[in-house]
């Protein structure tokens, strides 16, 4: 398996348990008081599972398994491979960090956060789409 | 990797383009608000990517990766698995844009119905092949 499936497919396993920690945190809130915080990551809690963890684990498990682009670059570009992750894993931990803020503090300075991390999760994905795109093909 | 999982996988990844796009647009809204009429396509968002990426990728994927069969074509009869792909498709579309364009309630549901189709089109197609190698 390359680095970078390595990478991508051990920090998914590490956001499948912050996901569902997140979901035990917003279960505990029915039956403890919590800081209120905690009721707005339920957004979080959904792209933590779904981007986090599936989404990460399959751009991991594609770039090492698909078809080679060419015998030269087997894996398409190494370093799309790696802005993908970058991209997205900054977009996501700023996204858990700024969005139960803005939820309750609308307007306030950490709404720039979650904009960055709309930008860098959306330049992931195409950036990932980008690097796959050749390598799916017949053999 | 078949011609039909390329074609299907090749659509999971202009969905996967287009559902964090959208959903950049949302949450860019949800940041530094610029125009509320965004949040209308967060139906759109969790339809593109939830079936139009994640499903339809494991739907290329197991056409391509699983058992094949040893006599006759070895991974079955593929037209069932283009009519999984053509109702998948349909369905999401309809799903997704008659939700956006606030079209009769009768357009998305026929949209989840084709990608109900789909899904049992696909597991008719696939069950056979859920199999040890060799036989």
């Given at each position: 398996?390359?680095?970078?499936?390595?990478?991508?497919?051990?920090?998914?396993?590490?956001?499948?348990?912050?996901?569902?920690?997140?979901?035990?945190?917003?279960?505990l809130r029915l039956v403890l008081e919590l800081p209120p915080e905690v009721?707005?990551?339920?957004?979080?809690?959904?792209?933590?599972?779904?981007?986090?963890?599936?989404?990460?684990?399959?751009?991991?498990?594609?770039?090492?398994?698909?078809?080679?682009?060419?015998?030269?670059?087997?894996?398409?570009?190494?370093?799309?491979?790696?802005?993908?992750?970058?991209?997205?894993?900054?977009?996501?931990?700023?996204?858990?960090?700024?969005?139960?803020?803005?939820?309750?503090?609308?307007?306030?300075?950490?709404?720039?956060?979650?904009?960055?991390?709309?930008?860098?999760?959306?330049?992931?994905?195409?950036?990932?789409?980008?690097?796959?795109?050749g390598r799916v093909k017949e053999r | 990797m078949p011609r039909l999982s390329?074609?299907?996988?090749?659509?999971?990844?202009?969905?996967?383009?287009?559902?964090?796009?959208?959903?950049?647009?949302?949450?860019?809204?949800?940041?530094?608000?610029?125009?509320?009429?965004?949040?209308?396509?967060?139906?759109?968002?969790?339809?593109?990517?939830?079936?139009?990426?994640?499903?339809?990728?494991?739907?290329?994927?197991?056409?391509?990766?699983?058992?094949?069969?040893?006599?006759?074509a070895p991974r079955g009869d593929e037209r069932l698995v283009w009519l999984?792909?053509?109702?998948?498709?349909?369905?999401?579309?309809?799903?997704?844009?008659?939700?956006?364009?606030?079209?009769?309630?009768?357009?998305?549901?026929?949209?989840?119905?084709?990608?109900?189709?789909?899904?049992?089109?696909?597991?008719?197609?696939?069950?056979?092949?859920?199999?040890?190698?060799?036989?």
């Amino acid at each position: 398996m390359p680095t970078l499936s390595r990478w991508f497919v051990k920090t998914a396993l590490v956001y499948f348990v912050a996901a569902l920690l997140t979901g035990v945190a917003l279960m505990l809130r029915l039956v403890l008081e919590l800081p209120p915080e905690v009721a707005a990551l339920q957004p979080v809690y959904f792209h933590l599972l779904m981007v986090g963890w599936v989404s990460q684990l399959i751009f991991g498990v594609v770039f090492w398994m698909f078809p080679k682009y060419t015998p030269d670059k087997p894996r398409g570009s190494e370093r799309l491979g790696w802005a993908t992750f970058w991209l997205l894993n900054a977009g996501l931990v700023l996204r858990a960090v700024g969005e139960p803020v803005v939820a309750l503090r609308p307007g306030s300075s950490a709404g720039w956060i979650v904009a960055a991390s709309a930008i860098l999760q959306m330049l992931a994905g195409w950036a990932f789409v980008a690097n796959t795109w050749g390598r799916v093909k017949e053999r | 990797m078949p011609r039909l999982s390329v074609w299907i996988i090749r659509t999971a990844l202009l969905y996967l383009g287009v559902g964090f796009t959208l959903g950049a647009m949302i949450l860019f809204q949800k940041g530094v608000p610029y125009a509320g009429g965004v949040w209308r396509l967060l139906p759109m968002h969790v339809e593109f990517l939830l079936i139009g990426w994640t499903l339809q990728l494991a739907m290329g994927v197991g056409f391509w990766i699983l058992p094949r069969f040893i006599a006759g074509a070895p991974r079955g009869d593929e037209r069932l698995v283009w009519l999984a792909y053509a109702l998948l498709n349909a369905g999401v579309l309809s799903a997704a844009l008659g939700q956006w364009l606030r079209a009769p309630t009768i357009i998305s549901l026929l949209g989840r119905a084709a990608e109900v189709l789909a899904a049992a089109t696909f597991a008719f197609h696939a069950w056979p092949r859920i199999k040890p190698h060799g036989k």
